[in-house]
Each structure stands twice: as C-alpha cells, then as structure tokens.
C-alpha cells in the first residue's frame, strides 16, 4: 500500500488505476484497529489480507454442472481488526468512540463489521473492519445490508481456507461451506453501518 501511495503522489499510476480507486486507497491509511496489519509470511501476532483466489464459489452454472470458481477480487476492503476481551460479553461494538466503524462512516464510507464473540470465564472477540464508498442499489450486498434476518441468514456463508500452514492443519480445516445464521446465533445491528454479532458458543 505504501508503494501504491508514493506512486500516486508522483503522478505514476498506471491507467488502469480509476480516481476512485486512488482516493479509496488513499483514505484506508487512516484506520486502524489494535491488532497491527503485516503482511510478511513469517509474522506473528497481527493480520494480513488473503487472496480471494484462495476460496471457491459457486459459478453462474452451478445449478447445472455443480462447478466452482475462484472468488476473485473482494467486494469491500479490510482495513482493521480489533481484538478485545472483558469480564463480559462485548455486543456492538461499533457503538464504541473513535472506532473505526466510526471513522469510516465520517469519511463517508459504509462499514461491514464482524464481531466474533467467544465466550468463557473470559469472553474474547475478535473483530473485522470491511468498507466500501457505497452499496450499490439492486445488489446482492445492498439486498443483505438491508434485508431481514432471515434473508441475511440464508445466505451469510462462512468458506473456511488454509492456505498457508502444515499439513494436519490444513486437513483437519476442511472446506465445506457453512450458512453460519443456521448453525450459531448471529445478532445483525443495522445503523450508518451493519454489525454482525457472531456468538460463537456452540
């Protein structure tokens, strides 16, 4: 990212680079989470993004051949995460001052947090920033962003992937996808953005 930066202030973008590309890109350097983002295969303690290469999807024709495809690129951007823990379980967390849920809507940009709740003596949760400069009408995001619960659940789709780790790990992950509103409780708080609480006590 700071490559792409320096790039754009000396006016060597590549054409294939839109305005509203640069402008996103350049507004992402403003958030951050408590977690540190790194990016290096041998970095511990932090988060780095993955390739959508690395899950499958349904294609247009699976309904007839069953085939899937690589996800390709993503359709909103992550640009934090969070890690808390407290005496208590931590529900919307995007009410939270200062976060980055809050940050993002200031500049005008939509945010899609996942708020990870694992419970115990001590509750956890681990929380993703996702933004986008807008929904777009008539989409299949915008119609999950502001359907009910129940259409949110039928097609919120948790696509487990390893694809860095040894060889137990990555076989004992398996790779079947799971409708996560089916099988846990997941609590959707619709406001300037959407939180989605995952309660991942099973």
Same mark, same amino acid.
């Given at each position: 990212?700071?490559?792409?930066?320096?790039?754009?202030?000396?006016?060597?973008?590549?054409?294939?680079?839109?305005?509203?590309?640069?402008?996103?890109?350049?507004?992402?350097?403003?958030?951050?989470?408590?977690?540190?983002?790194?990016?290096?295969?041998?970095?511990?303690?932090?988060?780095?993004?993955?390739?959508?290469?690395?899950?499958?999807?349904? =294609?247009?024709? @699976?309904?007839?051949?069953?085939?899937?495809?690589?996800? *390709?690129?993503? +359709?909103?951007?992550? !640009?934090?995460? $969070?890690?808390?823990?407290?005496?208590?379980?931590?529900?919307?967390?995007?009410?939270?001052?200062?976060?980055?849920?809050?940050?993002?809507?200031?500049?005008?940009?939509?945010?899609?947090?996942?708020?990870?709740?694992?419970?115990?003596?001590?509750?956890? =949760?681990?929380? @993703?920033?996702?933004?986008?400069?807008?929904?777009?009408? *008539?989409?299949? +995001?915008?119609?999950? !962003?502001?359907? $009910?619960?129940?259409?949110?659940?039928?097609?919120?789709?948790?696509?487990?992937?390893?694809?860095?780790?040894?060889?137990?790990?990555?076989?004992?992950?398996?790779?079947?996808?799971?409708?996560?509103?089916?099988?846990?409780?997941?609590?959707?708080?619709?406001?300037?953005?959407?939180?989605?609480?995952?309660?991942?006590?099973?």
């Amino acid at each position: 990212m700071k490559k792409r930066l320096r790039m754009i202030s000396r006016g060597q973008v590549d054409d294939k680079y839109s305005f509203l590309y640069i402008w996103l890109m350049s507004s992402l350097v403003d958030f951050y989470g408590n977690l540190r983002h790194d990016d290096c295969d041998n970095a511990r303690d932090c988060w780095k993004l993955s390739g959508g290469n690395n899950f499958r999807v349904r =294609s247009k024709h @699976f309904c007839y051949d069953k085939t899937k495809i690589p996800a *390709g690129k993503h +359709l909103m951007d992550l !640009v934090a995460v $969070d890690w808390f823990k407290d005496t208590k379980r931590m529900d919307h967390v995007a009410r939270r001052q200062g976060c980055t849920a809050q940050v993002a809507s200031e500049k005008g940009l939509f945010s899609l947090i996942f708020n990870l709740q694992v419970p115990g003596s001590t509750h956890y =949760s681990m929380v @993703f920033y996702f933004v986008t400069r807008e929904l777009i009408t *008539g989409s299949l +995001l915008q119609w999950f !962003v502001d359907g $009910d619960d129940e259409f949110r659940n039928s097609r919120l789709k948790l696509i487990p992937a390893v694809p860095k780790g040894s060889w137990i790990l990555r076989q004992s992950d398996g790779s079947t996808p799971c409708l996560l509103g089916k099988a846990i409780d997941c609590n959707y708080i619709r406001g300037p953005n959407l939180e989605i609480d995952v309660d991942m006590f099973f």
